[in-house]
């Protein structure tokens, strides 16, 4: 089975801290993608990529940014973090657009305080 | 907005019942996947019907897809305590190149 995890479960950070939250998957998957996921407003797309040093803005990039130096790790940056971008992260991958399913990792809940 | 919109929003039934969950979106989509996210965790991917099939099934899940109607039904038959779980819908734009959710329906399987 594909494998996507997330390197923390939960994590709480200071406002103004620089924060990485790190992806990994494990099949050779092309795309990778970054979520968020707040109560009433269902899943946003921060950033996604369909390739190594490549990167797309979702709907909401505004204060993220995303690293892909190696296929199968595909990381989120908090350039500064602040209180509302306190939410759960999700990261998943797919093999190819159009059709294929996403697996997703388990989460991270961030907290920052 | 391509997002899609799950109704209803909660479901509440009893163990053995079946549930019957829906979604429309606006646009041309190549695709349509459900997903099942149990509490506080990822999602999982059940069922990924194609633009061109109107039904699929997958053990106890039967999908369809109605694409002059722009919906889509996901019918859990027999249901138990561990479907308990949010569902979402997310479709697969032509012009899109990605998933859009939409806001889920909360699926609670009572004992």
């Known amino acids: 089975d594909v494998k996507v995890t997330q390197s923390s479960r939960y994590l709480v950070k200071r406002t103004g801290e620089k924060v990485f939250l790190e992806c990994v998957q494990d099949?050779?998957?092309?795309?990778m993608f970054w979520y968020r996921q707040d109560p009433g407003l269902g899943l946003r797309l921060i950033y996604f990529?369909?390739?190594?040093?490549?990167?797309e803005k979702g709907d909401i990039p505004e204060g993220y940014s995303v690293s892909r130096e190696k296929k199968e790790r595909f990381s989120l940056i908090l350039e500064s973090a602040s209180t509302n971008q306190t939410s759960m992260y999700l990261c998943?991958?797919?093999?190819?657009?159009?059709?294929?399913?996403?697996?997703f990792g388990s989460g991270t809940r961030l907290t920052v305080v | 907005s391509q997002q899609g919109e799950e109704d209803p929003q909660a479901l509440s039934i009893q163990e053995g019942e079946n549930a019957t969950m829906n979604c429309s979106y606006k646009?041309?989509?190549?695709?349509l996947q459900w997903y099942r996210q149990n509490s506080g965790r990822g999602l999982v991917h059940l069922i990924l019907?194609?633009?061109?099939?109107r039904e699929k099934h997958s053990g106890r899940l039967r999908v369809t897809l109605d694409t002059s109607k722009k919906s889509s039904s996901l019918l859990i038959t027999a249901s138990r305590a561990a479907d308990t779980a949010s569902y979402f819908c997310a479709t697969d734009h032509t012009l899109a190149q990605k998933l859009v959710f939409g806001q889920g329906t909360r699926l609670t399987i009572n004992p």
């Open positions: 099949m050779d998957h092309e795309n």
């Open positions: 646009t041309s989509i190549n695709n």
């Open positions: 998943a991958s797919s093999l190819g657009t159009g059709i294929y399913g996403y697996t």
């Open positions: 019907i194609r633009s061109n099939e």
């Open positions: 990529s369909y390739d190594v040093k490549m990167k």
